[in-house]
């Protein structure tokens, strides 16, 4: 007979090996010195969370057949948010003053939510600096909603697990 206990433990495995949802996330952009974050996290396409590692390749002395690979330099991807354009003007205003003081960064929070709208874990960026701000195309003959686009660079991130929560 199986009881309540074994029960969780299988649900916890399930849940463990179960993919997250790649449409239900929050974007929380705050810049050094703000008490909240820019836009609400009203962004509809979040893409570049990536890390990447070269390979240094160092042949051996003497034989022909045999090289050493040896880890090199890691670099971080480009964060591209895209968002509904709205009355507030907020990722325009933070690039500006970005622009006035090259030295303000961001931290950008990224949480992967559950169909439930509960927590399953988030991405930390660190020191985001805004590096493209693009306006909406418009075209009359589309009427389609008007979407502006914000590319930043980072030059950290970890992923925070949520899923025991």
Request: with cysteine.
């Amino acid at each position: 007979m199986v009881g309540p206990a074994s029960t969780d433990n299988g649900e916890q495995e399930r849940r463990k090996w179960q993919p997250f949802p790649a449409f239900n996330f929050l974007v929380e952009i705050v810049p050094d010195g703000a008490s909240k974050p820019l836009a609400g996290g009203a962004f509809s396409d979040c893409d570049g969370i990536e890390i990447s590692q070269e390979v240094k390749t160092l042949r051996e002395g003497g034989n022909p057949n045999r090289v050493h690979r040896l880890a090199g330099p890691v670099s971080f991807g480009q964060l591209t948010l895209k968002r509904g354009v709205t009355h507030g003007f907020e990722l325009w205003q933070w690039f500006s003053d970005s622009l006035a003081n090259p030295a303000l960064r961001a931290g950008v929070t990224i949480s992967v939510l559950r169909h439930d709208r509960s927590e399953w874990g988030r991405f930390i960026l660190s020191r985001c600096l805004p590096i493209k701000l693009k306006a909406p195309t418009l075209n009359a003959r589309e009427g389609s909603v008007a979407v502006e686009e914000m590319q930043l660079a980072y030059e950290t991130f970890r992923w925070e697990d949520k899923s025991d929560a």
